[in-house]
């Protein structure tokens, strides 16, 4: 409670805290190669070019992708 002053200062330090926590995560997760993707080519050349987020999403991906039936032509 407050005036909007007061409240718009503390909404800009909120986000601006949540801003820096994001940019660090990301940093964190594009410098940090998990024991799983190591050796492996694919992961490898995605290593400091996504996130930890979008390198896991592609290795659950690809494990469904050997257990489903696909014809191969079709991709």
Known sequence: MGDSETCWDVIDNVLTIQLSEIQASFGRSRTVLEHI?????LYS?????????????????????KTTDIVKINC
């Open 37 to 41: 993707y190591k050796g492996k080519f």
């Open 45 to 65: 050349k995605l290593e400091g070019c996504v996130s930890g987020s979008a390198l896991s999403f592609i290795f659950e991906e690809a494990k469904h992708s």
